[in-house]
């Protein structure tokens, strides 16, 4: 069974699998948060959110705030090794 090789259940195993796809769409996709829990079949958007931040610890918009700062801070990384 899933949850004596992983130390949790089904549902929560798929919940993290759903978390992961939804970073990737937050990181590469730039998607809405209503538009990704809606995606991953989520029923509501709260619902989603509130998932999010018990597996990941931050809000969907927390986590899309951070991947902006973290592109701005490596785009002028880039800048600067350029000049």
Known sequence: AI???FGFSFNKYIQIKKIEE???EFYFNDEKVIDVSF???FSEPSYFSKVFKKIQG?????YKKNIILEKEKAGNKDEESCS
Request: proline fraction near 7%; charged fraction near 45%.
């Open 3 to 5: 949850s004596k090789e």
């Open 22 to 24: 939804a970073k990737k």
């Open 39 to 41: 995606k991953l079949s």
């Open 58 to 62: 931050e809000t969907p918009i927390q």
